[in-house]
């Protein structure tokens, strides 16, 4: 058991900064009924959502059953709550908005001889493009260090051949995140 705040939540993980300042990555799956529906509540969801919670799963003597997991919310930035990837709904719903997207990179790709590149992300179409000219811009790109982590980026969302796309021409756009 700990006391401590919600920093931030990601698809299955909490993070949560304790008194001493020590931070500590915690499975929502590893949590207790009563502390899911707390960190439910604490993240701003209503009571129908708290009750709508599955029951904790029983299992036969001997039998141990995983505990379901409570609907987690997207990792939070600063300005507002970001968009897993993978939800394809809501990425759909940010068509032509301003949004905060969160994903693991499976790759990035440098389109051919032109220099741009693409930010590809696990279980989604959905990409990240950078254009050359916003690359040469700055020194401070770091995409390549991106592939295998989680991370945030923020921009308008758009499409290009019918694919969701965020296009972004800063680095300060997109970071990694626990």
Known sequence: MI???????????VLFTQRSGIEKDVE????????????????????????ALPAPATAPAGEQKPMPTAPTAPAAPTSGAAIDVTDT??????????????????????????????????GSSFQIFVSNSSLQASNEWALDDMVGKRVQASGKVDKYRDNLQLRISRPDQISIVQ
Do not use: N, Y
């Open 89 to 122: 709904a809501s990425m759909e719903a940010s068509f032509g908005k301003d949004a905060t997207i969160v994903g693991q990179v499976k790759k990035i790709v440098t389109l051919g001889a032109a220099g741009h590149k693409l930010v590809e992300f696990d």
């Open 28 to 51: 929502i799956s590893k949590l207790s009924d009563r502390s899911r529906k707390r960190l439910l509540e604490v993240l701003g969801f209503t009571g129908a959502d708290v009750a």
């Open 3 to 13: 006391e401590a705040k919600v920093r931030s939540v990601a698809p299955g993980h």
